[in-house]
């Protein structure tokens, strides 16, 4: 006879219908927990393919005038390499951590629209998918061009049909004018699970940190998605329609796509970044055995960042001849979006002071976080400075410093999020040791193409070039830039193996392996279907801090 | 001096490296020196902060001697107000000092006698016009040095026949794009004579990598017999076959029926470096190479491999090497 | 598993959820809409040749008098979905979808003496690039709620208790509306 328990953990079973297959049960699923972890491991492999055209790109590049590729294909995987690291990795990444942990975290059972969440994870995939498939379908000038080629930010006229012919760059508009949906159905999902789902007495000042960050990420989704969609609509019309918006053979504007592509491209940068912000948040305090310095600050500093990054897009187009006042009203907004986000960094910094910091694998990853981040900043304060622009704009100082945030800010952050939350999601610890090596790794490889690309942007070598000239000066830097792929190749490469090997073999996590404060350590690893048995009530941001020190607990403080 | 007679001999000029931080001319001038005070403030907050980061980790980790957590600091209004007002100051000084340079040199009033330069953007090479100069060249841009005692700077328009691109000399200023459909402004004014190399700094199609740039600063006497030479007619006899040939529909040579503008002026090819906006060094064989397949060379590039035999190959490639 | 015991017993009501999508989407919808009104204002006066606006264009006071008084037919339907009178809905819904039929029919019959008689097509400059595409994304619009809203019609009877529901189908509604006020405005008033 089927006792209560058997009817929570295996229902089916217990009415005697017989289970589905797993590969059905993931097709079909609307739980956000397995829809998280559709996405993220969608988001890794993209990673995987994305990275490895880097890869390409940098074995190009190694040495002047380079055989390896042929300026076709390089421009290609420049522009697929971008186009997927932003929209097929970093969005879907927000997307996975939000769906897998916001309704865990705020005490609720599942987002506030599941299905709506799984129609969002496959448009997502499907036009991951329509990107890539451009290599083998895509069709160009005799020849010329399979896969997109214009750069990830594809400046008109170059897209217009005149000089962008075939199909290639329409499988650009495609891929992320779908994936874009996906996004901002996830983006409405997580707010409308935040403000109307959190559990008892969780007011939005108790939320975790890392909640806060993704609401303030969704809505920047919601306003800045659309200008980029509106664009490439317009685009479209251009190609197909015969319409003029980027036509400048007929009065249309070139400047008007950058326009509206960086009021979507600036936010959209920080759309990539503050979920790793969410990550760090969670990570350090627990490492540190101290709760985050200054909760409120910090969540005013992510809304002020939010509010104030719909203003600065035109530091990407200092260089196209906007007025004097233009270019100052944008490089003081610039470098104000810096104070902000600063700030964030000091209360990092002040969590640690006086902790007790704990070296885990998720630790030193956030530690490195820092101070790339730090490193990332101050590059881009330099880009402020609108005159210094000028020289470092389009060059790969600029590839340099965005790769610190994307890489050694963003990436270091979801690895660091994976070692944390991987016993959670599976059961299991990740090893130490292999996390351990894969750190080390991929810091030295990070560093080593990373840092020389600074010294090569200031040398006068632009991007997106398929090759170089001996005797410009460039060629050091870019072979030491080139060996450090092998070092990231490695460290990824360990990191695979530890999350194939401790999903059969690692150590038991338990609820609570971290000694954490949120609600998500609350219930199993992994939790159950239905999340909690019974929904939680909540007095203070720790919840679990308040049960294991009822003689000192948070809500005596808040 | 063994780089600089390799640079030299490769047609990259004396200036093949484009440091930033090596200026031969305003506005690059004004720009490095606000950048010294920029790093610098960048440079103290990484040391500050970094350093601040650095003693954190090795003073409070974990000795693991108790088992004890450590005292539950919530935050300090105090501290949060330091460190806001702190970083708007620093901002405040910042935008001080961008404003200014960026009015010195967006706001730069044209002297009556300044040089006047058109360029053009194509796919991918330079069309350059000196319009009250008639002189109508490709790739190689000649202006006079400037001395604080009698000053040239030149003052250039900037736009595109295709898409944008972007004009970037390191050494001599920042980067100004060509954007078709708009006209941009920017000035040089070199202290510096020798050969500048700089690239098209913005995604233009296949060839984007090969559209090189070269800032020739002369003094003032090399400058006028240069103008002198362009002015000059150029061309000479045997030349029939190169007019038959399908190549007067794309280029342009001065005082002929040649009169094609969708490829470079060739009135003058060989007084240039390169060719192919600086794809190959110019000399009799590349010259030959160029013609005989430009797609083997710079591929990708519009123009196409003629399919020219022996005959016309010898015929064409001693007309161009007549053209000075 | 519960922590100390709550203090106070004061109820815990979050909003909808429903309505909470509801806004967001039609945030999001409202950014869209701004950047195509954006560039609409930009390129004003800028065609090289063709047709200009003053020219061709002529106030649409009997399409939009049609549009707005559907945004008052559908709060009168709601309403009477709220109350579970359904005949009452199903007729106040289906005079909303008939008015935005009419708006739509007006839209047509416009577009085609634009595009056959004053040869204004998408491609003949930028006025007919952005007015096409402008006044085309808000009846695209108009066109998605009025599938939706024969929907309702063709749920009959289902449509019981799903006033909740049927609420969110009309903030959409009235959100189309507003968005032919501006564009009213900028096309038609402005733009001329």
Known sequence: ?558 | MWCLWTAVAFGQGDHPVGNIFNPQATPAESIAHLSVLVLSVCGAIFLIVGGLLAFTLVRFRDRGNDGHEPAQVYGSNRIEVAWTVIPFLIVFVLSMATARVVIAIQNKAVPPHALQVTVIGHQWWWEIRYPELAIVTANELHIPVSSLAKPAPAFLKLQSADVAHSFWVPQLAGKTDLIPNRTNTMWIDPRQTGTFLGNCAEYCGTQHANMLLRVVVQPEAEFNSWVAAEKAIAVDSGAALFFSLSCVNCHAVSGTSATGTFGPDLSHLMSRATLGSGAIANTPETLRAWVKDPQAIKPGNLMPNMQLNVRELDAVVSYLSSLK | MTSTIAINESPWNLPDRGRVGIVCLIATELALFTIFVVAYLFYIGKSISGPMPSQVLELPIWPSICLLSSSITVTIAARALAFEKLSTFRIWTGLTVLLGLEFLRQTAMEWRHLIVDCHLTIATNLFGTTFYSLVGLHASHVVFGLSLLSLTLGLGGKMQGQARRFELLAWYWHFVDAVWVVVFMVVYVAGR
């Not at chain 1, 991951?128 to 160009?140: D, H, Q, R, T, V």
Request: hydrophobic residues 50%.
């Open chain 1, 1 to 558: 006879m089927a006792t209560i328990n058997d009817i929570l953990e295996r229902p089916r079973e217990a009415e005697g219908v017989p289970p589905p297959s797993k590969l059905h049960d993931w097709l079909v699923t609307v739980d956000h927990k397995r829809l998280g972890i559709l996405y993220i491991a969608t988001s890794l492999a993209f990673l995987a393919v994305a990275g490895l055209q880097a890869a390409l790109m940098r074995a190009q590049l190694a040495f002047p005038n380079g055989k390896v590729l042929s300026p076709e294909v390089f421009n290609r995987l420049l522009t697929v390499h971008g186009t997927a690291m932003v929209f097929l990795v970093g969005m879907p990444f927000f997307a996975g951590m939000a769906n897998y942990l916001v309704p865990l975290m705020i005490g609720a059972r599942d987002m506030a629209f599941p299905r709506l969440n799984a129609f969002g994870y496959w448009i997502y995939l499907f036009g991951g998918l329509l990107l890539y498939f451009s290599y083998i379908a895509g069709e160009g000038l005799a020849g010329h061009g399979t896969a997109p080629d214009v750069g990830w930010f594809a400046y008109a006229p170059l897209t217009e049909r005149a000089f962008s012919r075939g199909t290639s760059t329409d499988y650009w508009i495609l891929s992320i004018v779908l994936s874009g949906i996906g996004s901002t159905a996830s983006a409405i999902n997580v707010i409308a699970t935040v403000i109307s789902m959190r559990c008892k007495r969780m007011t939005l000042g108790r939320m975790p940190l890392f909640v806060w960050l993704l609401l303030v990420v969704s809505g920047m989704v919601i306003f800045a998605l659309p200008p980029l969609t509106a664009a490439q609509i317009m685009l479209l019309l251009d190609r197909y329609l015969g319409a003029h918006f980027f036509d400048t053979q007929a009065g249309g504007s070139a400047i008007l796509w950058q326009h509206f592509f960086w009021i979507f491209g600036h936010p959209e940068v920080y759309i990539l970044m503050l979920p790793g912000f969410a990550c760090a948040s969670e990570i350090i305090p627990v490492f540190s055995r101290k709760p985050m310095f200054g909760r409120a600050a910090m969540i005013g500093a992510t809304i002020a960042i939010g509010l104030l990054g719909v203003s600065v897009w035109a530091h990407h187009m200092f260089s196209v001849g906007m007025a004097a006042t233009s270019n100052i009203f944008f490089a003081v907004s610039t470098m104000l979006v810096g104070v902000p986000t600063g700030i964030k960094i000091f209360n990092w910094l002040a969590t640690m002071y006086g902790g007790k910091i704990r070296f885990g694998t998720p630790m030193m990853f956030c530690v490195a976080f820092l101070f790339q981040f730090l490193i990332a900043g101050l590059t881009g304060i330099m880009l402020a400075v609108a005159p210094l622009n000028w020289q470092l704009t389009d060059s790969y100082f600029v590839v340099a410093h965005f790769h610190y945030v994307l890489f050694g800010a963003l990436l270091f952050t979801l690895f660091g999020a994976i070692y944390y939350w991987f016993p959670k999601v599976t059961g299991r610890m990740l090893s130490e040791r292999l996390g351990k090596w894969h750190f080390w790794l991929v810091l030295i490889g990070f560093h080593m193409t990373f840092d020389p690309l600074h010294f090569a942007g200031m040398l006068g070598m632009p991007r997106r070039i398929y090759t170089y000239a001996a005797g410009r000066g460039w060629e050091g830097v870019n072979l030491l830039a080139s060996i450090g792929v092998i070092f990231q190749i490695a460290g990824v490469a360990c990191l695979v193996w530890n999350i194939v090997r401790s999903a059969r073999h690692g150590a038991q996590a338990g609820k609570d392996p971290w000694d954490a404060w949120t609600l998500e350590w609350s219930t199993s690893s992994p939790p159950p279907e239905y999340n909690f048995a019974v929904l939680p009530e909540v007095r203070s941001s720790r919840p679990l801090w308040d049960l294991k020190h009822p003689e000192d607990p948070d809500w005596k403080y808040e």
